[in-house]
């Protein structure tokens, strides 16, 4: 094996996004994340002091989303977001790009509203990941997008909210890592959901993964390592 288990688990970040879950399944899920010592953990933004305070002391990060999952806010609806996550203890923000801005090329404002988060994000010493939205974006559009994130310094260029028409594709993890320099990781969101899958994007470049499933990924890495099960109150 070229790996081992905590590499694979600092590559997901466990999913809680969905509007139906409710304040136990959110408190579940946190914990479930530090049983497995994920990377994080990406939870509804009202949730987040909640989830900041479960993680203190791990190496589970507490995250959450701005502008979800269209990216049509304002940017100062954004930039308030992006304050009240930091207040909350936000250590990395996944934030969607103003997806009708790209699509009409207005390329100046899509820079302007990703600058705006990157740097009181950056400034705050946190770490910020750049939702595209693929799945409504031509090559080329990915492609320019890529060279802003790169020349913004953003942390993570990542595929999709999960909320889209489609996720993450291995085409477009090749070109967003093909188009992205060293400094700037990549990100799948929608669509991992087997160890195997989870493997087969490592080996394109991928460095984190946004996952609900993280629960049986991790017990097949576990049993693949020959490593003892997990103990847990819930899946």
Not at 88 to 100: K, P, R, T
Request: glycine content about 8%.
């Amino acid at each position: 094996m070229d790996y081992t288990y905590s590499e694979i688990a600092e590559m997901i970040d466990h999913s809680l996004l969905s509007p139906t879950l409710t304040e136990s399944q959110l408190e579940s899920g946190c914990k479930l994340a530090l049983d497995y010592q994920v990377a994080s953990v990406c939870i509804m933004p009202y949730a987040l002091k909640r989830c900041s305070e479960l993680v203190a002391g791990s190496n589970v990060r507490a995250s959450t989303t701005i502008g979800f999952p269209h990216g049509g806010h304002t940017t100062s609806t954004k930039i308030a977001e992006t304050r009240q996550a930091l207040e909350d203890g936000g250590e990395e923000l996944d934030m969607v790009i103003n997806i009708s801005k790209a699509l009409s090329g207005d390329w100046e404002y899509v820079k302007s509203d990703i600058e705006a988060v990157t740097q009181l994000t950056h400034e705050a010493g946190q770490k910020i990941k750049v939702i595209f939205e693929n799945c409504y974006l031509e090559d080329n559009q990915k492609i320019e997008l890529c060279r802003i994130c790169a020349e913004l310094n953003v942390d993570w260029v990542k595929t999709s909210t999960g909320y889209g028409t489609g996720g993450a594709t291995h085409d477009d993890l090749k070109l967003m890592r093909a188009h992205s320099p060293a400094s700037v990781q990549v990100k799948a969101a929608g669509g991992v959901r087997t160890f195997e899958e989870l493997l087969k994007v490592r080996d394109l470049g991928v460095t984190r993964v946004g996952a609900s499933r993280t629960a049986d990924m991790l017990d097949t890495c576990r049993e693949t390592l020959d490593l003892e099960p997990l103990e847990r109150v819930t899946k």
